[in-house]
């Protein structure tokens, strides 16, 4: 098993590299696509971000890099539909792009307010998209949990994939 580079995205015909800390609209893409390779197979895998709202990423991002004019605190309305609500963005956004046969959507959500059982019923409760070109599609991030301030790592099923990796025919 290995992992190609670390997150990786081809742009204007140049292929664009950062850490896993990177964030992908300082390197001027939407997001990054990870290449997993194994025996034969490569499944690729999308990766982009969700936040609450444009002021959430603000603040996360903003004082991540240490600006000085950073926002102290974010405060939102209706958090968990929120939340819910950009995940379907992602979905939708992403599926609008043409990929190869083997891709998988991987949505990254920052520590936040929403526990990741709340998240997942909010999810369960919208309609799923249903023509969208991905094997799969996840939700990932570290939840609040009520006994653990530290909150848990969870991964979100929103399409499962059931298939082994086939070998990559491109993507775009």
Same mark, same amino acid.
């Given at each position: 098993?290995?992992?190609? #580079?670390?997150?990786?995205?081809?742009?204007?015909?140049?292929?664009?590299?950062? &850490?896993?800390? #990177?964030?992908?609209? =300082?390197a001027?893409?939407?997001?990054w696509?990870l290449? +997993?390779? @194994? !025996?034969?197979?490569?499944?690729?895998?999308? *990766?982009? =971000?969700? +936040? +609450?709202?444009?002021?959430?990423? %603000? @603040?996360?991002w903003?004082?991540? !890099?240490?600006? &000085?004019?950073?926002?102290?605190?974010? %405060? #939102?309305?209706?958090?968990?539909?929120?939340?819910?609500?950009?995940?379907?963005?992602?979905?939708?956004?992403?599926?609008?792009?043409? +990929?190869?046969?083997? *891709?998988?959507?991987?949505?990254? *959500? &920052? &520590?936040?307010?929403?526990?990741?059982? =709340?998240?997942?019923k !909010?999810?369960?409760?919208?309609?799923?998209?249903? =023509?969208?070109?991905?094997?799969?599609?996840y939700?990932?991030?570290? @939840?609040p949990?009520?006994?653990?301030?530290?909150? %848990?790592?969870? *991964?979100?099923?929103?399409?499962?994939?059931?298939?082994?990796?086939?070998?990559?025919?491109?993507?775009?």
């Amino acid at each position: 098993m290995k992992i190609e #580079g670390s997150y990786t995205r081809k742009r204007d015909g140049k292929a664009v590299i950062a &850490p896993p800390s #990177g964030r992908a609209a =300082d390197a001027g893409v939407d997001s990054w696509v990870l290449v +997993y390779s @194994f !025996r034969n197979g490569e499944l690729a895998i999308e *990766v982009t =971000d969700a +936040y +609450y709202d444009e002021s959430h990423a %603000e @603040f996360l991002w903003q004082n991540a !890099r240490g600006k &000085p004019n950073a926002p102290k605190r974010w %405060e #939102g309305l209706n958090p968990d539909k929120r939340l819910a609500e950009a995940i379907a963005r992602c979905v939708t956004k992403k599926s609008e792009k043409r +990929y190869g046969d083997s *891709v998988l959507l991987l949505i990254e *959500v &920052p &520590p936040g307010v929403t526990t990741a059982d =709340d998240l997942t019923k !909010r999810l369960a409760s919208q309609p799923a998209q249903s =023509d969208t070109p991905f094997v799969g599609i996840y939700v990932a991030g570290t @939840f609040p949990k009520a006994a653990d301030l530290d909150g %848990e790592y969870r *991964v979100i099923t929103l399409k499962a994939m059931n298939s082994c990796l086939k070998p990559q025919r491109g993507s775009s």
